[in-house]
């Protein structure tokens, strides 16, 4: 079993970057795609940005351009580098296996607040 810890959080102006860093408690080299997750007050907790172990990344729509995926399987860590931040990507950010055979329970995940 697997567990996961996000950190990096934290309050920025709008325009202004953070680096989320999710640390596996165990090896992450058999999971095959690893996610960065969001949840916003009031919604649902939604993918944002996925990397391959092959290093293939996938991001949705409202954050291309700004957020980059690193993953170090040596280290067992997937950080979110994250520019241009917006008013929009307040939330609660979560790291996690994307299939669901690489599905852990969430961790606490981090809290990235953007003021305008």
């Known amino acids: 079993h697997v567990q996961f810890v996000e950190s990096g959080g934290g309050l920025v102006k709008s325009g202004g970057s953070l680096t989320l860093t999710c640390v596996a408690s165990?090896?992450?080299?058999?999971?095959?795609?690893m996610g960065w997750f969001r949840q916003a007050p009031g919604k649902q907790r939604d993918l944002v940005a996925q990397?391959?172990?092959?290093?293939?990344?996938y991001y949705v729509d409202s954050v291309k351009g700004r957020f980059t995926l690193i993953r170090d399987n040596a280290r067992n860590t997937v950080r979110l580098q994250m520019n241009s931040l917006k008013p929009e990507d307040t939330a609660v950010y979560y790291c996690?296996?994307?299939?669901?055979?690489?599905?852990?329970?969430w961790g606490q995940g981090t809290q990235v607040t953007v003021s305008s």
């Open positions: 990397i391959a172990n092959d290093g293939q990344t």
């Open positions: 996690n296996g994307v299939a669901a055979r690489d599905f852990y329970s």
């Open positions: 165990g090896s992450i080299s058999g999971i095959y795609s």
